[in-house]
T-cell receptor, first 112, second 110 residues
């Protein structure tokens, strides 16, 4: 049981480049989330998927897109990276929305 | 605006020196309060959920309590392995939205 896995672990981009962060869970959870964590600030929700086939914006969705590929996988795409998107990105899942979150190990992204 | 604050920002304790971390919240409707532990370079790990004022939960050296305006995480006789950042989060609407506090960074010295 791997829980929540994320790839890559680290990434450096130049301004304007695009990339996709991958996330998968093997717990048969219905809900999946993408958060970013910045120093001195709490985790902030970017997008979430309450169930397979649905996605919704969170607190800070600008500059991001998501895809719920199937029940296991939820990807986050940066179409044109900006330095303000330098952050640590966490994927999380829960059995249903509102239940405790299980987090992945994170992706540390630097945009130059 | 829904808001969660945590204090202190950082706390250094000697091994065995008990203390408490605070999580204060102003939200439009509390559905649940969650505590997580985060080790450096890792994702947060779930500890407790509290749903109503007066509720308490315990796990090893940790005990979480909840009032109408705040929650405390009491650490009794801490050990160096308790060193971590402790995050609290409030569920404000049934469903997707958790508001996280910035965390308290705890260091327990041997």
């Amino acid at each position: 049981n791997a829980g929540v896995t994320q790839t890559p672990k680290f990434q450096v981009l130049k301004t304007g480049q695009s990339m996709t962060l991958q996330c998968a869970q093997d717990m048969n959870h219905n809900s999946m989330y993408w958060y970013r964590q910045d120093p001195g600030m709490g985790l902030r929700l970017i997008y979430y998927s309450a169930s397979e086939g649905t996605t919704d914006k969170g607190e800070v969705p600008n500059g991001y897109n998501v895809s719920r590929l199937n029940k296991r996988e939820f990807s986050l795409r940066l179409e044109s990276a900006a330095p303000s998107q330098t952050s640590v990105y966490f994927c999380a899942s829960s059995e249903v929305t509102g239940f405790a979150l299980v987090f992945g190990p994170g992706t540390r992204l630097t945009v130059l | 605006e829904d808001q969660v604050t945590q204090s202190p920002e950082a706390l250094r304790l000697q091994e065995g020196e008990s203390s408490s971390l605070n999580c204060s919240y102003t939200v439009s409707g509390l559905r649940g309060l969650f505590w997580y532990r985060q080790d450096p370079g890792k994702g947060p790990e779930f500890l407790f959920t509290l749903y109503s004022a007066g509720e308490e939960k315990e796990k090893e050296r940790l005990k979480a309590t909840l009032t109408k305006k705040e929650s405390f995480l009491h650490i009794t006789a801490p050990k160096p392995e308790d060193s971590a950042t402790y995050l609290c989060a409030v569920q404000v609407n049934y469903g997707q939205n958790f508001v996280f506090g910035p965390g308290t960074r705890l260091s327990v010295l041997p």
